[in-house]
């Protein structure tokens, strides 16, 4: 039994120790300084007359970006001229400030450095029509008050509980968000992309089956799994490996 634990330990912590080795992850810096300008990912909104909707992953700042990413949600009506971002940010509680912020800003913007990656990217009559849906959502958020950066609730916890609000969004969220998996006292849930479901206690311990997620195992927070469909597994740290 001992060398069964030490062998699964070694599979949760081998993703997070490639990160930090060889990974694309700086490990010190001053927050204040880091790049946060838009990145161009998006099209410009005084210039594209459709409605978007776009949900953006990056790595979180400094040495907490070797286990996760930070994830967001960035909206434009048709015919609108600048982006609304909704997000999770923790700093606000130190200020007795609501963590959930939803206000008009770049949708691309570098994470304190850290490329954003598009997690989604919807356009169209389609995103016109999900735009209310996410607004609700937003604004149903059961915690807007609290922020705990392990295991939830937090940036991730936001993001997917909006995407279970509205599974129209079909959004498939990376293993490295973690906090997406904390369902608060629920133990069963839709999973976020809506194609399945989950079973988890607290963020800490559970179980994924969908057929947008695959299979995922969620131990301390640290997922990892396959997916069949896209043949890629996933692993803590790094996140999906494989076709897709």
Request: aromatic share 10%.
């Amino acid at each position: 039994m001992k060398r069964y634990l030490l062998k699964f330990s070694v599979i949760l912590i081998l993703g997070p120790v490639y990160m930090a080795l060889l990974g694309p992850i700086k490990l010190s810096g001053d927050w204040r300084t880091a790049p946060r300008h838009s990145t161009g990912i998006s099209p410009r909104a005084d210039s594209n007359k459709d409605a978007i909707v776009q949900i953006f992953s990056a790595r979180t700042f400094n040495w907490r970006g070797i286990f996760g990413v930070h994830t967001w949600i960035a909206i434009k009506p048709s015919g609108g001229k600048q982006y609304t971002v909704h997000q999770v940010l923790g700093w606000r509680t130190w200020r007795n400030l609501p963590v959930v912020v939803s206000e008009q800003d770049e949708p691309d913007r570098s994470w304190y450095g850290n490329t954003p990656n598009i997690l989604l990217d919807i356009r169209g009559d389609e995103a016109t029509k999900l735009i209310p849906k996410i607004e609700t959502a937003v604004k149903s958020y059961p915690y807007p008050n609290q922020y705990t950066i392990w295991p939830g609730p937090n940036s991730n916890t936001f993001v997917a509980w909006v995407a279970r609000q509205v599974p129209q969004l079909g959004l498939a969220l990376p293993t490295t968000a973690i906090g997406k998996d904390y369902l608060g006292n629920r133990i069963v849930d839709r999973a976020p992309s809506g194609t399945g479901y989950q079973l988890s206690l607290l963020g800490l311990l559970g179980v994924t089956a969908a057929r947008t997620e695959g299979l995922e195992i969620n131990v301390l927070g640290l997922n990892f799994g396959i997916d069949p469909f896209g043949l890629a597994i996933k692993l803590p740290g790094v996140g999906s490996i494989g076709i897709n």
